[in-house]
């Protein structure tokens, strides 16, 4: 696809790269001072959060292992449906890991909400989210998100990770999606 017609079909851009970068810098700071004596591993989940764990992971100042989980309960739609699948599982066993799950985006919340159970049942230490972005008018379950980059509106957003039907995944602000490429 052209440059020029990914532009069409964004509506307007929500928060850019440069604020998304300032935002995860102050995040790493507080994970640094929470986990400073802690194991900590980080998971994130495949494949919206490939961005921001790539730049996250790099304004710590600590050591961070990572691990990479991939659940599907989108597919092509634009809702999520809670009906949670596990495409790929952890390489590494969570007892005794102070986890934080890294994600790009908490939107109904289901997806999330049915991996923090699983992963209670796994043995971690402790268990917090960090996750980019956060529509909270669109929850239906209540997430104690403890990181938090930008709460957004209920839109469809696309970008630093997020996509539609796979695409537009690499632009580099989040921006919502105009609604004729879906209607
Ligand atoms: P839920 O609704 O369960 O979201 O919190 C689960 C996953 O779906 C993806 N998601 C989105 N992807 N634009 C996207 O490109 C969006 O607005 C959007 N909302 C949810 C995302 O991977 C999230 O983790
Ligand atoms: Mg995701």
Same mark, same amino acid.
């Given at each position: 696809? +052209?440059?020029?017609?990914?532009?069409?079909?964004?509506?307007?851009?929500?928060?850019?790269?440069? !604020?998304? !970068?300032?935002?995860?810098?102050?995040?790493?700071?507080?994970?640094?001072? %929470?986990?400073?004596?802690?194991? *900590?591993?980080?998971?994130?989940?495949?494949?919206?959060?490939?961005?921001?764990?790539?730049?996250?992971?790099?304004?710590? !100042?600590?050591?961070?292992?990572?691990?990479?989980?991939?659940?599907?309960?989108?597919?092509?739609?634009?809702?999520?449906?809670?009906?949670?699948?596990?495409?790929?599982?952890?390489?590494?066993?969570?007892?005794?890991?102070?986890?934080?799950?890294?994600?790009?985006?908490?939107?109904?919340?289901?997806?999330?909400?049915?991996?923090?159970?699983?992963?209670?049942? +796994?043995?971690?230490?402790?268990?917090?989210?960090?996750?980019?972005? +956060?529509?909270? %008018?669109?929850?239906?379950?209540? *997430?104690?998100?403890?990181?938090?980059?930008?709460?957004?509106?209920?839109?469809?957003? *696309?970008?630093?990770?997020?996509?539609?039907?796979? +695409?537009?995944?690499?632009?580099? %602000?989040?921006?919502?999606?105009?609604?004729?490429?879906?209607?």
């Amino acid at each position: 696809m +052209r440059a020029a017609d990914i532009e069409k079909d964004l509506d307007r851009v929500l928060v850019t790269e440069e !604020q998304m !970068q300032a935002r995860l810098a102050e995040l790493a700071k507080q994970v640094d001072a %929470d986990y400073a004596d802690k194991d *900590i591993l980080l998971v994130g989940v495949l494949k919206g959060a490939v961005m921001v764990m790539a730049d996250f992971v790099r304004h710590l !100042q600590i050591d961070a292992p990572m691990d990479w989980m991939a659940v599907s309960s989108y597919g092509a739609s634009t809702k999520s449906s809670g009906v949670v699948q596990i495409r790929k599982d952890l390489d590494t066993p969570l007892e005794g890991k102070h986890v934080l799950v890294v994600e790009d985006i908490i939107d109904s919340g289901l997806t999330l909400n049915w991996l923090l159970e699983h992963f209670e049942t +796994r043995g971690a230490a402790s268990i917090e989210v960090l996750a980019a972005l +956060r529509k909270p %008018d669109a929850m239906k379950v209540e *997430i104690d998100a403890k990181y938090i980059g930008f709460d957004i509106p209920s839109d469809f957003v *696309i970008g630093y990770g997020l996509d539609y039907a796979e +695409r537009y995944r690499g632009l580099r %602000d989040v921006a919502v999606l105009a609604p004729h490429v879906y209607s």
